[in-house]
């Protein structure tokens, strides 16, 4: 079988064109790979804190001060700065108060859930369970039995004032969690 004659021009054309991309690469360093290419990729954005978010730092925050206020115990009203004023936060020195007369002090630490956060304009409601079943008392002579309280929820109602939010009040205890 005879293959068919290609003029010679074709032939000298593709032959340089093997020569030309062979020479080029063959002329890269070995030792420097080449650069990656470039990929565009989004970064992540953090989404701007939103009331319910501010209102749940509150909360937390709230209890960790009421429980430093009885694990020190102390009834310095600093604690509470920033974050609750009325006639509960009162209440609350007052038991640590108490309890700083009392020589007593909480140890252990009671389970506090995620509050369930209602917002309506600058107004907020924060339910919260709240269990002291593991949180015991003792003073220098030893442990003190506490009566066993049962779980319940909290309700706490908070405000916004000049883009600060605030506990006003807790309305005591509705119902078991």
């Given amino acids: 079988m005879m293959l ?11 032959t340089c064109a093997v020569l ?3 020479s080029t690469t063959a002329c890269g360093s070995q030792d420097e790979p080449a650069d990656p290419p470039t990929v565009a990729t989004a970064s992540p954005t953090e989404a701007a804190p ?3 978010d501010a209102v749940a730092d509150l909360v937390d925050r709230y209890y960790d001060a009421l429980i430093v206020s009885q694990t020190e115990p102390t009834s310095d009203p600093a604690l509470f700065e920033g974050i ?5 936060v009162e209440i609350d020195l007052k038991n640590a108060a108490e309890y700083e007369e009392m020589g007593l002090r909480r140890v252990g630490r ?4 995620d509050p369930e956060i209602t917002v309506r304009g600058t107004s907020a409601t924060a ?3 709240w269990d002291e079943r593991g ?6 002579s030893g442990p003190v039995d506490l009566p066993q309280v049962k779980p319940a929820r909290h ?12 506990i006003t009040d807790q309305k005591g205890i509705r119902g078991a969690c």
Wanted: proline share 6%; with cysteine; net charge negative.
């Fill in 84 to 88: 609750a004023k009325g006639s509960f």
């Fill in 20 to 22: 030309v991309v062979g």
């Fill in 135 to 140: 949180w015991g008392a003792e003073t220098e």
């Fill in 155 to 166: 309700v706490l109602t908070v405000e916004e004032t000049d883009g600060t939010w605030l």
């Fill in 110 to 113: 009671p389970a506090v859930g």
């Fill in 4 to 14: 068919p004659r290609l003029p010679l021009r074709r032939v000298l054309a593709a």
């Fill in 50 to 52: 939103t009331d319910e």
């Fill in 127 to 129: 339910i919260v369970c």
